[in-house]
């Protein structure tokens, strides 16, 4: 049982590139969500997910998409970079209140260190 | 809008003292505040929790308190460590979070236990 899995751990981007991180849970959880994680500024929710198929904004959206076409992963695409999403992505996931788990506790992955120069 | 806000930002205690950290929040209708550990280089884990109905609850060494009334709620921990330097992110549900699971998170206090 892994838990939630990311990759990759790191990456360099270049202005204008762009790349996707990959978040994977085994623990057939039906939310996920993408934050991004800077100094001073704690935990910001940046898309989420409630099931298979539907995705949904977060507090900082802008210049990010993503897609869940399955239910065990969620996607977070950069489609041209900037040096303003130079961060460390955590993605994490959840079950419905009711289940084996604390209501609403998220687990989250290990992150991705992304630079864009 | 919703919002967390969470101070200190860093704290600083000997081992063997205690440390309190304490977070406000904005929506009256958040049910539900956990309280994350994140050591260096690793991923949020969750340490404790508490629900509106509620006011305190321990486990161990460590406790968190709510006020609903006043909307502040709070993490104590006792006899602390070298080992609980780390740095605490306070968070609440948010509005809508029965059907997405939403929270809002504080901005962290980084804890610094001197041995």
């Known amino acids: 049982n892994a838990g939630v899995t990311q990759t990759p751990k790191f990456r360099v981007l270049k202005t204008g590139q762009s790349m996707t991180l990959l978040c994977a849970q085994d623990?057939?959880?039906?939310?996920m969500y993408w934050y991004r994680q800077d100094p001073g500024m704690g935990l910001r929710l940046i898309h989420y997910s409630v099931g298979e198929g539907t995705t949904a904004k977060g507090e900082v959206p802008d210049g990010y998409n993503v897609s869940r076409l399955k239910k065990q992963n969620f996607l977070l695409g950069l489609e041209s970079a900037a040096p303003s999403q130079t961060s460390v992505y955590f993605c994490a996931s959840s079950t419905l209140a009711g289940g084996t788990s604390s209501y609403n506790e998220q687990f989250f992955g290990p992150g991705t260190r992304l630079t864009v120069l | 809008g919703e919002n967390v806000e969470q101070h200190p930002s860093t704290l600083s205690v000997q081992e063997g003292d205690s440390a309190v950290i304490k977070c406000t929040y904005s929506d009256s209708a958040s049910n539900y505040f956990p309280w994350y550990k994140q050591e260096l280089g690793k991923r949020p884990q969750l340490i404790i929790d508490?629900?509106?109905?509620?006011g305190e609850k321990k486990d161990q060494r460590i406790a968190v308190t709510l006020n609903k009334t006043a909307k502040h709620f709070s993490l104590h921990i006792t006899e602390t460590q070298p080992e609980d330097s780390a740095v605490y992110f306070c968070?609440?549900?948010?509005?809508?979070?029965?059907?997405?699971?939403?929270?809002?998170f504080g901005q962290g206090t980084t804890l610094q236990v001197k041995p």
């Open positions: 508490i629900r509106s109905n509620v």
């Open positions: 968070a609440a549900t948010a509005h809508g979070s029965s059907n997405t699971g939403k929270l809002i």
């Open positions: 623990m057939n959880h039906e939310y």
